[in-house]
């Protein structure tokens, strides 16, 4: 059974940072490919930022070069695993509920085309930028 934890949420203003990790625990952890997704309240999910499991990334346009996602790469992380997603000069607009997603295990999809509906997700982490 696959669980996604996410931790790091909360309140912050314009300018500030956060950093919001997720806890994947499942046979072979280290072999999903992972991805942060978020939704604002009356908006559509979108994806934030994605990684496989080369390590290789895509960010959404809006990020802006203020993400930087990571994973774990220890060796030995084969029934857990740790994603990061590191923001930096969060605006209001970056409000919502961030959530933990992943593929796997094995995924072998590249992030370019990897799509956005991955079969596991976390309960969700909230994020509020006040301006």
């Known amino acids: 059974q696959v669980q996604l934890v996410e931790s790091g949420g909360g309140s912050v203003q314009t300018g500030e940072s956060l950093r919001l990790s997720c806890e994947l625990s499942?046979?072979?952890?280290?072999?999903?490919?992972m991805a942060w997704f978020r939704q604002a309240p009356g908006q559509e999910r979108e994806a934030v930022a994605k990684?496989?499991?080369?390590?290789?990334?895509?960010?959404?346009?809006?990020v802006a070069r203020r993400f930087i996602i990571t994973r774990d790469t220890r060796d030995n992380a084969e029934t857990k695993t740790a994603l990061y997603l590191q923001m930096n000069s969060l605006k209001p607009e970056d409000s919502g509920m961030y959530y933990c997603?992943?593929?796997?295990?094995?995924?072998?999809?590249?992030?370019?085309?990897?799509?956005?509906?991955?079969?596991?997700w976390g309960q969700g982490t909230q994020v509020t930028v006040s301006s």
């Open positions: 997603a992943a593929d796997g295990p094995f995924c072998g999809v590249r992030v370019a085309i990897w799509g956005d509906s991955p079969t596991y």
């Open positions: 499942g046979h072979m952890a280290n072999t999903y490919c």
């Open positions: 990684i496989d499991r080369d390590g290789n990334t895509r960010y959404a346009n809006f």
